[in-house]
């Protein structure tokens, strides 16, 4: 039985943090992130990041004074550990913004729940194979509340760094160095809040009355990140309709499409193309097209460049693809 509990262990721990990942990258609909980054981010945390936090919480944990053993397990797990897994967390998010993958509040969220389910894969093995000998019913008991609470809690928490990081990147150097800070210090009482609510229960015998209050703020926590994400899609869209309208001015394309390409359930349709026009192409270079007019102009240097390069090239490929028709 512990040798099937034991790849169960493994089954839940990967499965379900990949179901996660998917259904986060789906919600970004206008641009959705390269799935290879996006892999690349989540597997650098399920390994690296992992090891960074236990040598972190292992290290910095040696250095705490004699203390009662109540007192030492809340110190470790209220303010170590969050203070180095978002830390580690939020470092592959660096590598991101280097490659200019990271550029908006939407991309941010994508990527930092990415890094945030990654550790979260890896930490959910180690404590459900923890819980083998425990037997069937205490394992699942863990399964169920690490999958569906710790490992969101994760989630969200480095997402809130991604996010505040991303919808600053093109500000100046004193605002990107707030919003990082500001982001890490906000992941790092998100992570608190969650263990510190289950550290009290604990401590003072509430026997799940405060772990109860723990999951509905958690909760409540999704909701805010779930609204604040549809915001920043809307902002995406708004972005999205500005830009080809002043396309649609220079005739790349047709004036009704603006509008329609802003609407994530309108551009699903074809009718509104010409005869011969491939749907997914067109969709993808006029988003491209809109995005990289808006970094041609918040940005500089060679990226500003790029961007320029792609502007002319995306018009170009519409131009071809609509056969003249605009």
Known sequence: MESLLTSLSALCAVGPMLMFLAGVWWLDRYDREPVVVLVLVFSWSATAGALIAMAGNIGLGALLPDLPPMLDEAVR??????????????????????????????????????AG????????????????????????????????????????????????????????GAIRAAALVGGLAL??????????????????????????????VLVGELIAWFVLFELSLAHEART???????????????????????????????????????????????????????????TGGARQALAIAEVDARRAELRRLLGGYA
């Open 77 to 114: 797990s209220v303010v170590i550990a969050p203070f180095v897994e978002e830390i580690a967390k939020a470092l592959p998010l660096v590598a991101v913004l280097l490659t200019g993958h990271l550029d908006e509040a939407t991309d941010g969220f994508v990527y930092g729940a990415a």
């Open 117 to 172: 389910l990654g550790f979260a894969m890896t930490e959910n093995f180690l404590y459900f194979s923890g819980a083998v000998p425990d037997g069937v019913a205490l394992w699942a008991g863990v399964v169920v509340v690490r999958t569906f609470f710790s490992a969101v809690m994760h989630g969200l928490a480095a997402a809130a760094v991604g996010a505040l990081v991303g919808a600053t990147w093109f500000s100046g």
């Open 187 to 216: 992941a790092m009482t998100i992570h608190a809040t969650w263990n510190g609510f289950i550290m009290a229960d604990a401590a003072l015998g509430a026997e799940g009355a405060l772990f109860s209050i723990d999951r509905v």
């Open 240 to 298: 999205l309709q500005r830009e080809l309208e002043s396309e649609a001015a220079l005739g790349t394309i047709p004036k009704d499409h603006p509008a329609i390409l802003a609407s994530w359930w309108r551009r699903l349709g074809s009718t509104w193309l010409p005869p011969g026009c491939p749907h997914d192409a067109y969709v993808f270079a006029a988003t491209r097209l809109a995005l990289a007019r808006r970094l041609s102009r918040v």
